[in-house]
């Protein structure tokens, strides 16, 4: 259940990221897609981890007004499960948008460049696609998705992203 996974890994770093406001949005029956949940939890993971840096390194140098928020989405669209995590930090700088998913590539001072090209590895081995973005109101957006597990989700349907004031936390 890729809605699990999504709690565990946004659970896991939000007790450990207190400064940074984490919304969940997952739908209420589930969403289920054949895959190994370790490799989704570490591509889950790794996803939310570059967004905390990016929120922080924001919040550092902005007023004290600012909060730095962090969005993981769950939702079931035109047979795909897709999971969007969205921030509102620095954005993605133009060439590093262009070469993020490529290995090395990093802007942190301690980072290896790894993570989203595990994330890609990931994503690739279980037959889905990543997308990374800048959101036109600032902030960057990372979108996966994967098929849906049709013997797992029975009579399942597309399920539109959750709206405010379903199930969050």
Same mark, same amino acid.
């Given at each position: ?6 709690q565990?890994? $946004? ?37 939310i981890?570059n967004? $905390?840096?990016? $929120? ?13 928020n ?5 939702f ?6 897709v999971?969007?995590c ?14 993020a ?6 802007t942190k001072?301690?980072?290896s ?11 690739d081995e ?14 960057a ?12 989700? $029975? ?7 959750p ?7």
């Amino acid at each position: 259940n890729i809605s699990e996974l999504a709690q565990e890994a $946004v659970f896991l770093l939000e007790a450990e990221h207190q400064a940074v406001s984490f919304k969940l949005k997952i739908p209420e029956n589930g969403a289920f897609a054949e895959c190994d949940p370790d490799q989704i939890i570490r591509a889950f993971n790794n996803i939310i981890i570059n967004a $905390v840096h990016s $929120v922080i390194g924001r919040a550092e140098k902005e007023s004290s007004d600012f909060i730095p928020n962090i969005e993981l989405a769950v939702f079931i669209e035109n047979g795909s499960i897709v999971i969007t995590c969205a921030d509102n930090g620095a954005g993605f700088a133009p060439d590093v948008l262009e070469s993020a998913l490529e290995p090395y590539v990093t802007t942190k001072d301690e980072g290896s460049g790894l993570g989203l090209a595990i994330v890609q590895r990931i994503i690739d081995e279980h037959r889905g696609t990543l997308r990374i973005y800048n959101k036109n109101d600032g902030g960057a957006a990372i979108e996966i998705q994967l098929p849906v597990n049709n013997k797992m989700s $029975v009579d399942i349907q597309d399920e539109p992203a959750p709206t405010e004031g379903e199930k969050t936390t």
